[in-house]
């Protein structure tokens, strides 16, 4: 069973930053592929970005050039760097994770991963 544990969200204002991390328990970490997704009131939930088994990432348009992803894995967590926050980046973030790599799949479809944390608030104000 593969427990997945968010922390550091928080508020900000806008052009801050965050950075979150998800520890990974219960299985094999390293060989999973890994993302953030977000879901903000009254919408669906998002991909932001994901990291293969291979350590390849992808990210949200939204996002790109101002979110980075990335793996440590003696520590087992999965981080999220956010810098040049907006208001619209206000949402609960989530961690997921799964147990097959990408390969064509969608990484930035909630439907790839089998695997969830509880989420974290991140509010972002102009």
């Known amino acids: 069973q593969v427990q997945l544990v968010e922390s550091g969200g928080g508020s900000v204002q806008a052009g801050g930053s965050l950075r979150l991390s998800c520890v990974v328990s219960?299985?094999?970490?390293?060989?999973?592929?890994m993302a953030w997704f977000r879901q903000a009131p009254g919408k669906e939930r998002e991909g932001v970005a994901a990291i293969d088994n291979d350590g390849s990432a992808s990210y949200a348009d939204s996002v790109k050039g101002r979110f980075t992803i990335s793996k440590d894995n003696a520590k087992n967590t999965l981080y999220l760097q956010m810098n040049g926050l907006k208001p619209e980046d206000t949402a609960v973030y989530f961690c997921?994770?799964?147990?097959?790599?990408?390969?064509?799949?969608?990484?930035?479809?909630?439907?790839?991963?089998?695997?969830w944390g509880q989420g974290t608030q991140v509010t972002v104000s102009s």
């Open positions: 997921a994770a799964d147990r097959f790599a990408l390969g064509a799949r969608d990484p930035m479809d909630p439907l790839t991963f089998g695997n």
């Open positions: 219960g299985h094999i970490y390293s060989r999973y592929p």
